[in-house]
């Protein structure tokens, strides 16, 4: 295990302040590595530790790391001292202490505001004390973690048989959304949270549906789609397979963008369509359009935004929008209007570049596809992503071809540059209709909504219905 401590000393007190700083290095560095008896080389016999308003000591410590210690965990420590001060027996430091964690395959950050006092026995300095407590003023990860499915009111969305919509191509009143309704991308307009979700009737076919909720757990349908095949001039792409897994996001101008899925029954294309109310759509065909691409199956494109006031704005980085993927390995496209968009090649070998790829071994051994719209923060660009588990060489306590969820971290400034991502799926099926249903062992996230101070994370259930997992 590779351990660290970096010092970052503020004040110029460098040689009063190196012993007994050492001294803490040494006890975090066999902490790190589970050594009892190093870091008991570094206290006094009656070492007392406060944490969280609770006193240890040195068994109690010992027990709590590893009462919750898994087999793959490692910690790297990073301090940076405040301020200290030293007399002939006695001394004090006053310490951030950032640690860098592993464990259960994630990665995390956790921020201690710490103070350590120190005496010196038969010459040496032994830590009397220890003083901690969480530095709230720090993010301790780049995931969005903690969300918990709302049980008691999931699937809070299934299928209704009484729906009729008048089928333009057929030319007949059909059950629009009689067979299943799944994959929901979601937004916050005029003070609610809207879901636009995909609906399939008997046949198969596919079209956009809306609801709308004030608490984002119960939801009013819209009684006919808001988007759908028609006679029009996307006919060819859309029938009779239909329009599936739609994306939002907001413009700078105030319009909304939806990227979704055109099926002819041979090929999916992914496609966009542009509105101003989210009643009436404009749709603007195959993103993907030059001759090289336009009969390339593709579908799944999630934009990179950032949040302003709970809604999630497109953003330009480095003069362009950027958008990724694929239901294979992860691909990127830009755009410097929203409309026309390029796809991100090797300039040698002419073939688009991959940004996110499957892993032998893990929960998204077999593909990868992305979830919502990549959310720009402080960290990097955070992509939700889904993703399938391999027939073998796969996760093996999931069901082969279970759809989890996992995380990803891009760099702000280099969306194509991967930093970080999840080793276990945050979302998995464990649930009666996650597990069963049109496609068994299936959850699949699409919609996530800041607001009223929660995360709302709506995703389908089993290609059938829809559930909701809330972060506070």
Not at 37 to 59: H, K, P, R, S, Y
Not at 238 to 253: A, L, T
Not at 387 to 396: G, P
Not at 410 to 415: E, G, I, M, V
Request: proline content about 4%.
């Amino acid at each position: 295990m590779k351990n660290a401590l970096l010092f970052l000393l503020l004040i110029p007190m460098l040689g009063m302040a190196q012993r007994p700083a050492q001294s803490i290095q040494r006890f975090f560095d066999a902490l790190s590595l589970g050594n009892r008896a190093g870091m008991q080389q570094e206290i006094t016999a009656d070492f007392t530790l406060v944490e969280n308003g609770e006193i240890w000591n040195l068994d109690t410590l010992v027990k709590r790391i590893s009462k919750t210690k898994p087999a793959d965990f490692s910690r790297i420590n990073q301090l940076e001292i405040l301020t200290s001060q030293e007399d002939k027996n006695s001394a004090f430091v006053l310490y951030k202490n950032k640690a860098l964690i592993h464990a259960a395959g994630r990665d995390r950050q956790v921020n201690w505001l710490e103070t350590a006092y120190f005496v010196k026995k038969q010459g040496e300095w032994k830590m009397a004390n220890m003083h901690s407590s969480i530095d709230a003023a720090y993010q301790t990860s780049w995931e969005l973690s903690g969300f918990k499915k709302v049980d008691a009111e999931n699937p809070i969305m299934k299928p209704d048989v009484d729906a009729k919509f008048y089928c333009p191509i057929q030319k007949k009143s059909i059950g629009w959304e009689n067979k299943n309704v799944l994959n929901p991308t979601a937004l916050i307009y005029q003070g609610k949270i809207h879901l636009l979700y995909r609906a399939q009737d008997s046949l198969g076919t596919s079209r956009i549906g809306m609801a709308t909720s004030d608490d984002g757990i119960h939801f009013t349908k819209q009684p006919a789609p808001i988007l759908a095949p028609a006679e029009d001039n996307f006919k060819q792409f859309e029938w009779k397979g239909g329009i599936e897994d739609p994306r939002v996001i907001e413009s700078e101008d105030g319009q909304f963008l939806l990227t979704y899925t055109s099926y002819d029954g041979k090929t999916a294309r992914l496609c966009s369509a542009i509105s101003r109310d989210l009643q009436n759509w404009t749709k603007l065909g195959p993103m993907l359009a030059s001759p090289k691409y336009i009969n390339m199956w593709s579908k799944s494109g999630a934009l990179v935004g950032k949040e302003v006031n709970g809604h999630i704005i497109a953003t330009k980085i480095d003069g362009y929008y950027w958008m990724y993927f694929g239901d294979t390995d992860l691909f990127m496209a830009k755009s410097t209007d929203l409309r026309s968009w390029e796809v991100c090649e090797n300039a040698e070998s002419q073939v688009k570049i991959s940004v996110l790829h499957p892993r032998s071994g893990y929960f998204d051994s077999r593909l990868v596809e992305p979830g919502p719209y990549a959310l720009l923060r402080p960290e990097g660009i955070l992509l939700i992503y889904n993703s399938s588990n391999a027939a073998n060489f796969n996760e093996a306590k999931f069901p082969k071809f279970t759809y989890a969820a996992g995380q990803a971290l891009f760099d702000a400034q280099k969306p194509y540059k991967l930093i970080n991502r999840t080793n276990q799926a945050f979302i998995w099926p464990d649930k009666d209709y996650e597990r069963i249903g049109e496609v068994n062992e299936v959850c699949f996230v699409e919609g996530l909504v800041h607001f009223k101070g929660k995360w709302f994370l709506y995703y389908g259930t089993a290609d059938s219905k829809i559930a909701v997992a809330v972060k506070e």
